[in-house]
Nanobody, 115 residues
Framework: QVQLVESGGGLVQPRGSLRLSCAAQGRSIFSMIVMGWYRQAPGKQRGWVAS???????NYADSVKGRFTISRDDAKNTIYLQMNSLKPEDTAVYYC????????WGQGTQVTVSS
């Protein structure tokens, strides 16, 4: 059974930083073609934030480009999302995903950006 376990969410002030982690259990992240982060704000649909391929290629939504960085540590079977210069509109539940929308999902971690 594959599980993705997110951590690192919390309350942060605008312009602050957070690092989210997603640890995979039951399957190597290297075996997944792509891993990514999505987010869902209250009253909105879940949307894609960033992704990283097996080969390390990264892609970002325009809204986070230049502020967020996705990375992976295959030895720890974990991916990360470093979030800098956070804005109130980044407030959402952040979900880790493996192998695309039809693949695996974590339970989500809340990120709240507020003064």
């Amino acid at each position: 059974q594959v599980q993705l376990v997110e951590s690192g969410g919390g309350l942060v002030q605008p312009r602050g930083s957070l690092r989210l982690s997603c640890a995979a259990q039951g399957r190597s992240i290297f075996s997944m073609i792509v891993m990514g982060w999505y987010r869902q704000a209250p009253g909105k649909q879940r949307g894609w934030v960033a992704s990283i391929s097996r080969g390390g290629r990264t892609n970002y939504a325009d809204s986070v480009k230049g502020r967020f960085t996705i990375s992976r540590d295959d030895a720890k079977n974990t991916i990360y999302l470093q979030m800098n210069s956070l804005k109130p509109e980044d407030t959402a539940v952040y979900y880790c995903n493996g192998d695309g929308i039809g693949g695996y999902w974590g339970q989500g971690t809340q990120v709240t950006v507020s003064s």
